[in-house]
């Protein structure tokens, strides 16, 4: 349609009937927007934009391939990072990019982490020591990648989602620091061993690994803070 105002035809049935796809169930309002004042001065100006948008499709295209270059001999590493959740193939690069793949540099996946500085800061006061989200400054380029990949995540029916969607109801830095952490966690197992490969816990692991015992002392303790004497007795 552009490129038809460009080249001089302003009627606005012949316009519209050049769309595309969905764009085909929309006619009448195409017809009634393309309805205006259009001069060879604005054909100028379209075309104008159009080359740049053009030229930057074609760098675009241009960095891709470099990009390609430059991943070919980690593709095998790429795969299987693609494989976590929220993680596909250009923030796989991305990690790739910034961390490399010879993990022999850290010994364990905290030091992982802790280079990457994505892990929750402490703070301390009088005596008392409290977590929070922040994770202090470190590579720009590898943090982005991993907060994109968490929330990513908080969509999937997946064990990394249903920790993003739990620790999300007390902040969505914290979810996204903690799930970025568990991201890089796995990132750190996949790139140390060529034969491992990623398998999801299960959205519902959290849930099943409680230790009933645990979960109900913590129910009397909280009732008993309240005042409450407690005894229970194991449902008939």
């Not at 990648?145 to 969607?165: I, M, P, Q, S, W």
């Not at 645990?214 to 303790?221: D, G, L, V």
């Amino acid at each position: 349609m552009m490129d038809a105002l460009i080249a001089g035809q302003h009627d606005p049935k012949i316009l519209a009937q050049k769309a595309r796809s969905r764009m085909r169930t929309k006619i009448d309002r195409l017809e009634e927007a393309l309805n205006g004042h259009f001069d060879d001065h604005h054909g100028f100006l379209l075309a104008r934009m159009l080359n740049r948008i053009d030229t930057l499709d074609a760098d675009i295209a241009a960095v891709d391939e470099q990009i390609e270059v430059h991943l070919a001999p980690f593709m095998a590493e790429a795969a299987r990072l693609d494989e976590i959740p929220g993680v596909g193939a250009v923030i796989a690069a991305t990690i790739i990019a910034e961390v490399g793949v010879d993990m022999s540099r850290f010994p364990t996946a905290g030091h992982l982490c802790s280079w990457a500085k994505f892990s929750p800061g402490i703070n301390s006061s009088a005596g008392k020591t409290t977590g929070n989200s922040s994770s202090g400054h470190g590579n720009a380029y590898l943090a982005g990648a991993l907060g994109e990949a968490a929330v990513v995540t908080r969509k999937t029916d997946t064990f990394l989602g249903a920790r993003y969607r739990r620790l999300a109801k007390r902040g969505k830095k914290r979810a996204i620091v903690a799930v970025g952490r568990s991201i890089l966690v796995v990132v750190w197992h996949l790139l140390s061993d060529e034969q491992a490969t990623f398998r999801d816990l299960g959205s519902d692991h959290y849930t099943r690994r409680i230790n009933p015992e645990t979960k109900k002392r913590n129910h009397i303790r909280g009732l008993e803070a309240l005042g409450y004497n407690v005894a229970c007795t194991p449902a008939a």
